[in-house]
């Protein structure tokens, strides 16, 4: 009788398809990102304006400045908190009438203005006002 040898390949390893791994339990949280604005306006300039009396002067961006990274200069709105008492702001379509409120984007479009109306000998005038882009709110530092 002849030795037989009988080699057997026999491969172990089934398919990786065979394999069934547990399947874990999954918790996603999602956190949808806030439009949210971080960032608050900041004044930039704030100076004086002057003229004559009885007349009105356009209150350009080199007189009156906010900006902003996050928000557009037509979302920053001026609120005047302390009205002029010599004559007033207005808007530019709507001669006479005192607004109290405006944004850095009517400033830019050149559509605001302050008309002095006072009989009287005051030669010195002031608003207060504080800057709001829908969120973060700032005052005027020379109040
Ligand atoms: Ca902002």
């Given at each position: ?8 390949l ?18 996603i ?35 009156l ?32 009438a ?31 006002f ?5 969120t ?8």
């Open positions: 009788m002849k030795d037989e040898v009988l080699l057997h026999h491969n172990e390893m089934p398919p990786s398809s065979t394999f069934y791994y547990p399947q874990p339990l999954l918790s949280i999602l956190f949808l990102p806030f439009a949210e604005d971080r960032v608050p306006p900041r004044i930039i300039t704030n100076s004086a304006l002057t003229l004559d009396e009885g007349t009105a002067k356009i209150i350009t961006t080199d007189l400045s906010a900006t902003d990274t996050d928000s557009q200069p037509g979302d920053l709105q001026y609120f005047i908190n302390t009205p002029p008492e010599l004559g007033h702001i207005e808007r530019a379509g709507s001669p006479g005192p607004i109290t409120q405006f944004t850095q984007g009517d400033i830019a479009a050149r559509a605001i203005s302050y008309v002095h109306t006072s009989e009287g000998e005051g030669n010195m005038d002031r608003f207060t504080s800057v709001n882009d829908g973060n709110q700032v005052r005027d530092l020379k109040q």
